[in-house]
C-alpha cells in the first residue's frame, strides 16, 4: 500500500511537472512576446532606438492592413516593438510586414545579403530605388584616469548607409 502511495504521489507530481511546461501565455497574433522595457546595454550611453514611440500604419503581405499601432524600432537588436493594452510586445513575424507608415516615412522589410533582413526607410521609390539602412556604432569607452577626461561608458551612435534597390539586388553606397 505504501509503495502504491509514493508511487501514485510521483506520477502526480511528474504529470504536473509536464502539464506546467505546456503552459503557453496568450499573446497577440504572430507568436509575439512581452519584451522586457528595462531591455537597455549596462555600461553603454545613448540610445539603440532609431525614434521614440510613433504611430504606425502596417500593410501586410496578406493584403490585411493595421492602422494606428504605436510602434519604435530596436536598431541594436533589429527588433520591432510594438504597444498594446500598456504591454511592450515585440513583433514575431516582420516577414508578413509589406510595408509600413511612420511619421509619413515609408519603411520596407527586405533580405539585403543572405540570411540577412532589416528594416529600409525609403527615400526613392522607382525602377532603382534609394533607400536608408539604420545601423548601430558603437564608440568604446576611452576614459583616462590621469587626465580625468574621456568617457567612461561606450557610447551608441545611430548611423545612416544608403543602399540603391533595383528588384532584389542591394548596393551600398555610402
Request: charged share 20%.
Amino acid at each position: 500500500m505504501k509503495k502504491n502511495s509514493v508511487l501514485a504521489v510521483v506520477v502526480i507530481f511528474v504529470a504536473l511537472q509536464l502539464s506546467a511546461q505546456n503552459f503557453r501565455i496568450q499573446a497577440p497574433p504572430g507568436y509575439n512576446y512581452i519584451y522586457p522595457e528595462n531591455n537597455i546595454i549596462k555600461g553603454m550611453e545613448g540610445s539603440p532606438y532609431m525614434a521614440d514611440w510613433e504611430y504606425a500604419d502596417i500593410l501586410f503581405t496578406s493584403g490585411g492592413e493595421l492602422k494606428g499601432l504605436l510602434v519604435r524600432y530596436n536598431v541594436y537588436t533589429n527588433q520591432l516593438l510594438y504597444q498594446e493594452n500598456n504591454q511592450t510586445y515585440l513583433m514575431g513575424a516582420p516577414d508578413s510586414i509589406s510595408e509600413m507608415t511612420i511619421a509619413n516615412k515609408e519603411y520596407i522589410y527586405r533580405e539585403y545579403l543572405p540570411g540577412k533582413k532589416t528594416f529600409f526607410e525609403v527615400e526613392v521609390k522607382g525602377k532603382v530605388s534609394l533607400l536608408t539602412k539604420y545601423e548601430v556604432e558603437v564608440t568604446p569607452a576611452n576614459y583616462n584616469e590621469a587626465l580625468m577626461s574621456g568617457n567612461k561608458n561606450d557610447v551608441l551612435y545611430i548611423k545612416k548607409k544608403l543602399y540603391l534597390q533595383q528588384g532584389a539586388n542591394f548596393i551600398p553606397i555610402s
